[in-house]
């Protein structure tokens, strides 16, 4: 694949990277789990904390980050970012505390945990007597 | 004009063949998943990375946004050796993982260097960069002759 090849959005006047009407692309994501709970990792550049959505809808776990909008005068020379917001949704086990997700945002990365509700977790169970 | 993606992936660690193959396989489903213009964008495929970078040309400066998200502000090095702004760095693991299961890995990690020729003379002394939500932004006033060119040009 050539790394060179800017065929997206070239010459594109800069004010349109600001327009409302922005498709999706799908966020790179980082997914583990460990005892207590788990780590979703979503990189969105561009994106604030406050353009951070996060839903659930039945086992459905929806991201949604949107760029902050800014106009800017002038003309791109190079354009390889996208300017479409971004999405992902993911199927979520029946094991997760929905109550209890945590979100953070740093430097563009969205942190999910998602706890795993007390009755999964392993236990350990000792003997009496 | 060029842009120069020098890219490289110091992951050793976790490299195996089965490893490479099914993140080549993870990508592969991913290209399905995005929309046609990320098919051209690189060879994220081969386990390498490099940050997608734009260039904005205004009256009175040269903008050059690099997406680099989730780095330290500490980790990002910016240098100007005549026209070609470099822009290089680590993306180091945040923290130690916990031990448990891994279901997804499509970050990337390690260095990274991206060169980019400027197309007109820039104030070396007035550079500023700034890093925010994972994007940093270099804005490069342009030299006074550089801003009397590009007027020159306009009149004839």
Known sequence: MNTNTLTQNQNRPADQAASANRGFVTPAVNISSNADEYVVEAEMPGVARDGIEVSIEGNQLTIIGRRQAEAQPGEFLYCESCPDDYRRVFEIAADIDSAKINAQMNQGVLRLRLPKAERVKPRKIEIAG | ?156
């Open chain 2, 1 to 156: 004009m060029k842009l120069i993606p020098r890219r490289r992936r110091d992951d050793l660690a976790s490299w195996s063949p089965l490893n490479q193959l099914s993140r080549l396989r993870e990508e592969v489903n991913r290209l399905f998943e995005s929309p046609l213009s990320e098919w051209t964008r690189g060879s994220e495929a081969f386990g390498e990375w490099a940050p997608s970078v734009d260039l904005l040309d205004t009256k009175d400066k040269l903008t050059v946004k690099a997406e680099l998200p989730g780095l330290k502000k500490e980790d990002i090095d910016i240098s100007l050796d005549g026209n070609n702004l470099t822009i290089s760095g680590e993306r180091k693991h945040e923290e130690e993982r916990k031990e448990g299961e891994v279901f997804r890995s499509e970050m990337y990690y390690g260095r990274f260097q991206r060169t980019v020729t400027l197309p007109h003379a820039v104030d070396s002394n007035k550079i500023s960069a700034n890093y925010k939500n994972g994007l940093l932004v270099v804005d490069l006033p342009k030299t006074e002759e550089a801003k009397r060119k590009q007027i020159e040009v306009k009149v004839s």
